[in-house]
C-alpha cells in the first residue's frame, strides 16, 4: 500500500491492522487502557519537537498524535459508539459554535471580552447537553472543590492543581519544612512496605511520597516537571560521561564494575562544578574600571 496524503488511507491501514486473522497480533490484542498512555506520550513528542524548534520532527510527532486518534476510533467503531467520522463531525460543530464571532452572520466590531464571555457561555450550554445525554441511572459526580481539577492532565500537574485547590480554603502547611517532614515520613513507610514486599503497598507509599514531594516543590515556588527535566538531563549527561571515559578505553557498558561507572559519575559531577565556577561572573568592585 502506497504512503497517501489522504485521510482515508490512513484509517484504512488501522483497519487491516486490527481485521482479525489477517491484523497485526499486537494492534488487535490492544485496548482503550493499554493504548491511553501512548497516546500520552506522543503528546509529550510533539511538545519535546516544539520546544526543540525542529519542525521535521514535529510533522512526524504530529502524524503519531494522529495515529492514537484513528487507533482510538477504530476500536469505538468495532464496538459500535462512534466512528472517526464523529469525531471530526463532534470537533468540528464545537469550533463552529464556539466562535459565532468567526462563522457566524454578524456585524459590528467583536472585542476580546465578548469573545472571552461567549466562549464562557457556550461552553456551559455544552456541560449541561453533555449532563442530557448521561445514560439513564448514571448519577452525576458528587460536587467538590476538587471538581475542577481536570483529570486528564499529567500527574505532577495534577498534583499540584489538586494541592492549590485544597490550599485555597485553609488545607495546607505553613511551612516547607512541614512539608519536608512529611517527605521523611513516606520515606520511613516505604521502607517499611520493603520489609513486607507488597507490591501494592509499595506502589501506593511511593505515590505518597510523589505527592509530598510535588506539595514541597509547589511550598518553595519551583515547577516539579521542570525541576524533573532538569535532573533528566543532567543524567544523561553525566551518563554520558561514563559512556564516553569508558568508550576511549575501549571498554562496554557491561565490562565496568558498578564502582567504576560511580567514579566516573564523580567525575562528570565534579567537571559540572568546575565549568559553573568558572561561568560564575567576577564580582566588581563599585566605582572601579570594568575594562
Same mark, same amino acid.
Given at each position: 500500500?502506497?504512503?497517501?496524503?489522504? @485521510?482515508?488511507?490512513?484509517?484504512?491501514?488501522?483497519?487491516?491492522?486490527?481485521? *482479525?486473522? +489477517?491484523?497485526?497480533?499486537?494492534?488487535?490484542?490492544?485496548?482503550?487502557?493499554? @493504548?491511553?498512555?501512548?497516546?500520552?506520550?506522543?503528546?509529550?513528542?510533539?511538545?519535546?519537537?516544539?520546544?526543540?524548534? !525542529?519542525?521535521?520532527?514535529?510533522?512526524?510527532?504530529?502524524?503519531?498524535?494522529?495515529?492514537?486518534?484513528?487507533? #482510538?476510533?477504530?476500536?469505538?467503531?468495532?464496538?459500535?459508539?462512534?466512528?472517526?467520522?464523529?469525531?471530526?463531525?463532534?470537533?468540528?460543530?464545537?469550533?463552529?459554535?464556539? &466562535?459565532? #464571532?468567526?462563522?457566524?452572520?454578524?456585524?459590528?466590531?467583536?472585542? $476580546?471580552? &465578548?469573545?472571552?464571555?461567549?466562549?464562557?457561555?457556550?461552553?456551559?450550554?455544552?456541560?449541561?447537553?453533555?449532563?442530557?445525554?448521561? $445514560? *439513564?441511572?448514571?448519577? $452525576?459526580? /458528587?460536587? +467538590?472543590?476538587?471538581?475542577?481539577?481536570?483529570?486528564?492532565? *499529567?500527574?505532577?500537574?495534577?498534583?499540584?492543581?489538586?494541592?492549590?485547590?485544597? +490550599?485555597?480554603?485553609?488545607?495546607?502547611? !505553613?511551612? $516547607?519544612?512541614?512539608?519536608?517532614?512529611? %517527605?521523611?515520613?513516606?520515606?520511613?513507610?516505604?521502607?517499611?512496605?520493603?520489609?513486607?514486599?507488597?507490591?501494592?503497598?509499595?506502589?501506593?507509599?511511593?505515590?505518597?511520597?510523589?505527592?509530598?514531594?510535588?506539595?514541597?516543590?509547589? #511550598?518553595?515556588? %519551583?515547577?516539579?516537571?521542570?525541576?524533573?527535566?532538569?535532573?533528566?538531563?543532567?543524567?544523561?549527561?553525566?551518563?554520558? #560521561?561514563?559512556? &564516553?571515559?569508558? +568508550?576511549?578505553?575501549?571498554?562496554?557498558?557491561?565490562? /565496568?564494575?558498578?564502582?567504576?561507572?560511580?567514579?566516573?559519575?564523580?567525575?562528570?559531577?565534579?567537571?559540572?562544578?568546575?565549568?559553573?565556577?568558572?561561568?560564575?561572573?567576577?564580582?566588581?568592585? *563599585?566605582?572601579?574600571?570594568?575594562?
Amino acid at each position: 500500500m502506497p504512503a497517501s496524503r489522504d @485521510i482515508k488511507a490512513l484509517l484504512d491501514i488501522m483497519a487491516q491492522l486490527r481485521t *482479525p486473522g +489477517s491484523g497485526c497480533p499486537w494492534d488487535l490484542e490492544q485496548t482503550f487502557t493499554s @493504548i491511553a498512555p501512548y497516546t500520552i506520550e506522543e503528546a509529550y513528542e510533539v511538545t519535546d519537537a516544539i520546544a526543540r524548534g !525542529n519542525l521535521a520532527d514535529l510533522c512526524d510527532e504530529l502524524g503519531d498524535l494522529l495515529l492514537q486518534v484513528v487507533f #482510538h476510533a477504530r476500536m469505538a467503531e468495532e464496538q459500535g459508539a462512534f466512528a472517526f467520522g464523529d469525531v471530526v463531525e463532534a470537533i468540528t460543530r464545537k469550533m463552529i459554535r464556539r &466562535h459565532p #464571532h468567526v462563522f457566524a452572520d454578524e456585524n459590528g466590531v467583536i472585542t $476580546p471580552e &465578548h469573545v472571552e464571555g461567549a466562549w464562557e457561555r457556550i461552553k456551559a450550554e455544552e456541560k449541561a447537553e453533555r449532563a442530557e445525554r448521561r $445514560p *439513564p441511572g448514571e448519577m $452525576p459526580a /458528587a460536587k +467538590s472543590l476538587l471538581s475542577g481539577v481536570k483529570a486528564g492532565q *499529567p500527574a505532577l500537574a495534577r498534583a499540584m492543581a489538586l494541592q492549590r485547590k485544597a +490550599s485555597s480554603v485553609g488545607f495546607d502547611w !505553613n511551612d $516547607p519544612r512541614e512539608v519536608l517532614r512529611k %517527605i521523611r515520613e513516606e520515606a520511613d513507610e516505604i521502607e517499611m512496605a520493603l520489609d513486607c514486599s507488597d507490591a501494592k503497598e509499595l506502589e501506593g507509599e511511593t505515590g505518597d511520597l510523589l505527592f509530598a514531594l510535588v506539595n514541597l516543590a509547589r #511550598h518553595i515556588g %519551583i515547577d516539579p516537571d521542570l525541576a524533573l527535566r532538569g535532573t533528566n538531563a543532567k543524567f544523561e549527561r553525566r551518563f554520558a #560521561h561514563i559512556e &564516553h571515559a569508558l +568508550s576511549a578505553q575501549r571498554r562496554s557498558l557491561e565490562s /565496568a564494575s558498578l564502582a567504576e561507572m560511580d567514579a566516573l559519575w564523580d567525575e562528570a559531577k565534579e567537571k559540572e562544578k568546575q565549568r559553573e565556577r568558572q561561568a560564575e561572573p567576577t564580582d566588581v568592585q *563599585p566605582g572601579r574600571d570594568r575594562r
